[in-house]
DNA sequence: CAAATATATGTAATTATTACATTTTTGTAA
DNA sequence: TTACAAAAATGTAATAATTACATATATTTG
């Protein structure tokens, strides 16, 4: 539980009232949402707030570092303010993006020894697809 | 160079013309294309050709294991024939998706050991993002 | 052949995302 | 404080990917 205001001065964002909303929201649920999501909950206080904004709030965030963008979802686009890294389990039934923890002391992100060194790198991402725990109980 | 006709046999799927013609453009052109891609350049030869029938066999294709999907990027779903293991790495310059073979004998997509058990795994994608070396050299 | 099934097509709808022009807010300096 | 410039937010409309669905055509099977 971070504060969004600092966080966001940290990374040398303005912190106006809906980028700290945005910022609080995606710090605060740990839900890989999409842009949908985060402006459907933050709608209802703040009745002004616009889609737009959301979009446009989320690409100065992406832009500068303050959180990852995730493709997992051929659906939409969804963010993650967790910076550390790590990978992302899609379940095909319920849709849910989980976090999969790197096993201590090996970050596999860390290993490209197969991209050419005259290739520049900025970000990976690991994406398993399948079946959760939940949705495999609830299958017979 | 597979015949397309033989593949699509081998995998179980009816090869209808407009299935083969697709697929033999995913087997020759290791580019990964998005739906526009094949349907722009299938068009000219086959004038009846839909849209929504290269998303249907798409589907059809990825539905039954034939192809693998990769949304590594946020514009368009991009299409491989490749069902080997390998990674993928997306110029954030010219947009150019390429193919990252593993090193010899090392697949990280073979450990998982960060997955629950109780989670059912079907597929593994490593993305990569960065500048490529052609377009870091016409950067000056 | 005829019925049943599998494929392909076309149109229209849906939805995520972006472009762009306008308005509002904020920071700053007289 | 006031004025002005820069930054931020908004709204509308456009774009573009994808899907829904109804129809038509082709293929398989009895
Ligand atoms: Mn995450
Ligand atoms: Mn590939
Ligand atoms: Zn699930
Ligand atoms: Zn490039």
Redesign the interface.
Known sequence: MQDAHEYLIAHNIHPSQQRVAVMRYLLDHHIHPTADDIYTALAPQMPTLSKTTIYNTLKVFADAGAIQ?I????EA?RYDATLLPH?H?KC?KCGLV?D????ANID?TA??????K????????????????KC?RNQN
């Open positions: 963008v493709t997992i979802d051929e686009t990978a389990f095909q989980y999969i923890d790197f096993p596999p290993r490209q020894p197969e991209i050419p005259d290739f520049e790198l900025t970000s990976v991402q690991i994406y398993y697809q399948g079946i959760c725990a495999k």
